[in-house]
């Protein structure tokens, strides 16, 4: 009877920790990163008698966290392209809309300038024309300026962005490296059994930190974990963490900040920005070497093309006096082609340079050959500008001013469309790791429910083992009386 | 499978967020009327649409030139018509001259009535257009293309030096195409260089001043060669006006041709344009209620399946 009680009593153990498991899966239901638990149950050691071994009731063996490491890497890969593709498509769609609206862009100050040009072509002498070819000129470079404007915004946000990411994860590092901590002071017993909660949380913050920046991972004997980022440099080691750090070593380019991981002991390398291919930093990353510089340069390149195409020819020609020639109509922002830096910014240094509508050099040379003189209604110039806005300039003869920035809007709709298409392909394969890992580790609020109603059936049976055996010992002291 | 909780919902409410996504794009495409959003929509498009867009702005230009051209071209034609008037009239009064019977009294009439002539060419000579500029200046328009012709009662009038050049005005007209809108004085009124002072000096007027003086004072062998040097003089005259009016003629046909084709090409490429960028209204409403109804069995099954939960049944 002692025996039956005691069986008893181990029923009870298993049915009340079995319900404990159960609560705290239903509790974490919700909780991010948490694993679902299951105690494991085993049976005591059997009693010997001669008549053979008779069974001594269950024991609690531990609590088990259903995690599969493999699985949980497959996560961590997906999210952390998912993360690159999403930063990249919040900062390249910002591009997009910029190029949205065909009012808002380039082309109507491109054409209009033109179509300035062409009035003087018709009418050279007329200082009303001559006049509204400046202010359609001073539109175009209000363009070509709030257009750099926006692109240094768009820039200015990136770095920022670029900054507080290196921040946030500077922040999950330090944090792994606590939990490393505080999981080798809990884990008395050693990894064989683990603090399944806090291995969750541990595991959740190098999710969180894997979806800034990709990293990878690796569980050291005394069961601390290791992250690495890059190709290989070491963030966390045990309790030390290395930090990143954003400098900005390039005066001629003060808003560039480049990656530096420093080791614990100060000693610091330079990260160059291919190496983070993956997460959030990743994505900023690479829209600002793929698509940012790019879309800058060529915008760049057509503020400077025109401006000296059009000086060019400008100068070439006689202003309405029939003398003066020589003359520059737009700022000379020709020598910022040499420099890529500065390239980047020419467009924000578009300006007219002319402001006497007699300084328009609509006229062609003297010509004593023809008889023909220079100035007055004198349009051979004024022609031969206005045949720029067709000519194939750009590009090494294959694009008009108009063609080329129709490519730039091209080149941002293109990428934007590839990282669109990435990032949904990339959601759809983070979608199925998710799947795959909760199959084996989430919670199911049913099946714990189910849980809930065999550990209570198996709680109320053990407890009628026990009042048998009560009953039975009633038996025997009623024998006695 | 196993399920977990979160899975249930988590999915539906992806579901749910993509159908609502696609419908907002919808509804902004039907909104604004347009298919291209933004350039990821169809960077093809969107980039084509540019260019046609540009093509455009060209064209229209090209239609606003040719008005400027036509309106020029019309008048010159005007003033051609009557400088060629004024001669045949001249022509006519030499023919007069020369009749045998005419007395010295009827010869000063005529001289006087061809003097009258000489001023009115004159006027159309320095003739300005509706922007203030000297018609037959070549490029030097802002000063009077003539000068000279000063009457004189005992000779005929002055000589008259060009002070213009041999420019005539190019307009743009179409993407291949610049047409010479002016004539220069000194081809209308034959400029040649004096003899003496190398000045450019018109012959037309050199040729009536002549003749009026002949006139005036007969030479000793009488009036016919004169009157033959002067209907010689008006022919060649004539002849380089009608060679002119012709030249115009001809460019303002091509213009009314030029016309019709950059209408042609205006109506085509706002069709590519449409094609290009706007939204097909029919296929996009429809796209809204399919999507409509996606999304509304995608919010039911939603609630439905969450709804679900065993807990319901523990009591």
């Known amino acids: ?481 | 499978m196993r399920i977990s909780t979160n899975m249930i919902f988590d999915a539906g409410r992806n579901a749910i967020q993509r159908q609502s996504s696609e419908m907002l794009h919808t509804q902004q495409q039907i909104a604004t009327g347009r298919r291209i959003l933004t350039p990821s929509d169809d960077p093809i498009a969107a980039s084509r649409a540019l260019e046609v867009t540009q093509s455009q702005r060209a064209n229209e230009q090209f239609q606003t030139n040719i008005g400027y051209a036509k309106d020029a071209l019309a008048t010159l034609e005007s003033d051609l018509g009557s400088i060629g008037d004024i001669l045949t009239y001249i022509r006519t009064r030499a023919v007069e001259a020369g009749n045998p019977t005419y007395t010295s009294s009827e010869h000063q009439a005529i001289a006087a009535d061809i003097e009258a002539q000489f001023g009115a060419l004159l006027g159309i000579a320095n003739g300005k257009d509706a922007t203030g500029e000297y018609r037959f200046a070549g490029y030097r328009s802002t000063d009077a293309a003539f000068s000279g012709g000063a009457f004189d009662p005992a000779a005929g009038p002055a000589a008259v030096a060009y002070r213009g050049d041999a420019g005539a005005r190019s307009i743009q007209v179409s993407a291949s195409r610049t047409m010479p809108v002016g004539e220069p004085g000194s081809g209308v009124f034959i400029v040649v260089p004096n003899a003496a002072t190398g000045e450019p000096e018109s012959q037309v007027f050199g040729w009536i001043s002549n003749f009026i003086n002949d006139l005036r004072n007969p030479p000793a062998g009488g009036l016919s060669a004169s009157v033959a040097s002067a209907i010689g003089n008006m022919d060649t005259a004539l002849d380089k006006v009608l060679t002119i009016r012709a030249s115009v003629g001809s460019r303002m046909t091509e213009l009314d041709a030029l016309e019709e084709l950059s209408a042609a090409h205006g109506e085509q490429y706002a069709q590519t344009l449409s094609r290009l960028q706007d939204v097909d209204y029919a296929e996009a409403i429809s796209r809204l209620s399919k999507q409509q109804t996606i999304l509304e069995a995608a919010q039911q099954s939603y609630v439905r399946v969450t709804g679900l939960s065993l807990f319901d049944y523990l009591r």
């Open chain 1, 1 to 481: 009877m002692a025996g039956l009680l005691g069986i008893g009593l181990t029923g009870i153990n298993s049915a009340q920790a079995n319900l404990l498991t159960t609560s705290h899966n239903i509790t974490n239901a919700n909780t991010p990163g948490y694993n679902r638990q299951t105690t494991v149950i085993t049976t005591n050691d059997p009693l010997f008698s001669g008549a053979g071994f008779f069974g001594q009731g269950s024991k609690v063996d531990g609590v088990r966290r259903q995690y599969d490491q493999f699985l949980g890497q497959q996560v961590l890969n997906a999210s952390a392209r998912k993360e690159e593709f999403s930063a990249y498509g919040a900062q390249i769609s910002q591009l997009d809309n910029l190029l949205a609206d065909p009012n808002a862009g380039l082309s109507p100050a491109l054409a209009d300038f033109f179509a300035g040009v062409q009035d003087v072509a018709t009418n050279p002498a007329s200082i009303p024309a001559r006049q509204a070819l400046i202010s359609t000129a001073e539109s175009l470079a209000a363009r070509f300026n709030s257009l750099d404007t926006r692109l240094n915004e768009i820039r200015d946000l990136n770095e920022g962005q670029i900054v507080s990411t290196i921040d946030s994860i500077n922040a999950y590092a330090r944090q792994i490296a606590d939990m490393n901590q505080r999981i080798g002071v809990l884990q008395v017993g050693g990894p064989s059994i683990p603090a399944n909660d806090l291995l969750d949380q541990r595991d959740n913050l190098v999710t969180e930190l894997n979806k800034l920046v990709k990293v990878s991972t690796l569980t050291e004997s005394d069961g601390s974990l290791s992250v690495f980022v890059g190709s290989g440099q070491s963030l966390v080691v045990g309790s030390a963490v290395s930090q990143l750090e954003v400098r900005r070593p390039d005066p001629a380019d003060p808003f560039r900040g480049e990656i530096h991981l420093v080791a614990p002991n100060n000693g610091s390398v330079s990260l160059p920005d291919s190496l983070f291919s993956g997460g959030q930093l990743g994505g900023l990353l690479k829209f600002r070497g793929e698509t940012l510089d790019s879309a800058r340069t060529q915008l760049g390149q057509l503020a400077i093309s025109v401006a000296t195409e059009f000086n060019a020819q400008h100068r070439a020609g006689l202003a309405l006096d029939g003398t003066t020639t020589n003359i520059d109509f737009f700022a000379d922002i020709g020598p910022m082609a040499a420099d890529p830096v500065s390239l980047r910014m020419a467009a924000g240094s578009f300006a007219v340079a002319i402001s006497d509508p007699r300084a328009i050099a609509a006229s062609g040379a003297n010509d004593a050959a023809r008889g023909v003189a220079a100035g007055g209604s004198n349009n051979e110039n004024a022609l031969k500008l206005a045949a720029l806005q067709s000519t194939r300039i750009m590009n090494g003869g294959t694009a008009t001013f108009q063609s080329s920035y129709s490519q730039l809007v091209s080149f941002v709709g293109n990428k934007t469309r590839e990282v669109q298409i990435g990032e949904a392909a990339q959601e759809a394969q983070l979608q199925q790791a998710t799947d795959a890992q909760q199959a084996l580790s989430g919670v199911n609020l049913d099946e714990e429910a189910a849980n809930l109603i065999r550990y209570q059936q198996s709680y109320q049976a053990a407890a009628r083992v026990m009042s048998v055996a009560g009953t039975l010992f009633d038996e025997i002291l009623s024998i006695a009386r």
